[in-house]
């Protein structure tokens, strides 16, 4: 599995992006979960600290990029409180291992970096570890893969005297699948004195995709808010 590249951005860009809309989803997602949830892609820990907050729950944050985990463990390390109640796991999430089911999980933003074959394997290994009727919720973009389109600027943040700049190109895409190009740069006035490119194959799967794998593993679809799918274990 190979590391998250652009570690030194994340959050500089995901506080202004999904994160608060998804925070505000988290209480009326998680009603009644007060015993154990599983984060898929847990990140830098951005929605992990809502997860404890929003719950009693222990929460097992799963994230196999040292670079992520880092960030996350630096997060709650300021938390002392939390350090009592998250487990981080260090692998990614077909390798999951736990000591008993969990009643929730959650995966946010994650769809898109999991390979298909690899993600048809891991529904069964989730349904395995989850409890009889627990919940599985994650983000959904709906529609497929998106179109080709040029490179243009994402996003931008300053940070003292540089600008971190952020920006995408969509190279080829076909119904499921995508490639993307995306260019991470430390700007000083006009001169880039950082870049890093990230090129990569992307994942959109359509909605009857989902319900066929999930379905397929034992799944039954249930509530969830907008934006986002819920499915509990039949
Ligand atoms: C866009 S980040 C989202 C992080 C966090 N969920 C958030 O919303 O801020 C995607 C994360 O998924 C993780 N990831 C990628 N493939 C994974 C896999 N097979 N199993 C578990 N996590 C994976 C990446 O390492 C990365 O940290």
């Given at each position: 599995?190979?590391?998250?590249?652009?570690v030194?951005?994340?959050?500089?860009?995901?506080?202004?992006?999904?994160?608060?809309?998804?925070?505000?989803?988290?209480?009326?997602?998680?009603?009644?979960v007060?015993?154990?949830?599983?984060?898929?892609?847990?990140?830098?820990?951005?929605?992990?600290?809502?997860?404890?907050d929003?719950?009693?729950a222990?929460?097992?944050?799963?994230?196999?990029?040292?670079?992520?985990?880092?960030?996350?463990?630096?997060r709650?390390?300021?938390?002392?409180?939390l350090?009592e109640?998250?487990?981080v796991?260090?692998?990614?999430?077909?390798?999951?291992?736990?000591?008993?089911?969990?009643?929730?999980?959650?995966?946010?933003?994650?769809?898109y970096?999991l390979?298909?074959?690899y993600?048809?394997?891991?529904?069964?290994?989730?349904a395995?570890?989850?409890?009889?009727?627990g919940?599985?919720?994650?983000?959904?973009?709906?529609?497929?893969?998106?179109?080709?389109r040029?490179?243009?600027?994402?996003?931008?943040?300053?940070?003292?005297?540089?600008?971190?700049?952020?920006?995408?190109?969509?190279?080829?895409?076909?119904?499921?699948?995508?490639?993307?190009?995306?260019?991470?740069?430390?700007?000083?006035?006009?001169?880039?004195?950082?870049?890093?490119?990230?090129?990569?194959?992307?994942?959109?799967?359509?909605?009857?995709?989902?319900?066929?794998?999930?379905?397929g593993?034992g799944?039954?679809?249930?509530?969830?808010?907008?934006?986002?799918?819920?499915?509990?274990?039949g």
């Amino acid at each position: 599995m190979t590391d998250f590249i652009a570690v030194p951005f994340y959050d500089l860009f995901q506080e202004n992006g999904h994160v608060p809309k998804i925070r505000e989803k988290l209480p009326a997602l998680l009603t009644g979960v007060t015993r154990s949830i599983l984060e898929i892609g847990a990140g830098t820990g951005l929605i992990t600290t809502s997860l404890a907050d929003c719950t009693p729950a222990e929460v097992f944050a799963l994230e196999p990029s040292a670079g992520m985990r880092a960030v996350l463990l630096s997060r709650l390390a300021e938390r002392p409180e939390l350090l009592e109640r998250v487990t981080v796991l260090p692998y990614d999430a077909l390798s999951l291992d736990l000591a008993e089911p969990v009643e929730a999980m959650v995966m946010i933003n994650v769809m898109y970096a999991l390979e298909p074959d690899y993600r048809k394997r891991m529904w069964p290994v989730l349904a395995e570890r989850l409890e009889p009727g627990g919940l599985l919720a994650f983000t959904w973009s709906p529609g497929g893969a998106p179109e080709p389109r040029p490179l243009q600027e994402l996003e931008s943040r300053r940070v003292g005297r540089h600008t971190y700049r952020v920006s995408s190109e969509i190279t080829s895409s076909e119904a499921e699948a995508f490639t993307a190009r995306h260019l991470y740069q430390v700007v000083e006035g006009d001169t880039v004195i950082a870049e890093e490119e990230i090129v990569g194959s992307a994942y959109r799967p359509l909605r009857e995709t989902i319900e066929a794998e999930l379905t397929g593993a034992g799944f039954v679809q249930a509530e969830a808010p907008e934006g986002m799918l819920g499915w509990r274990l039949g």
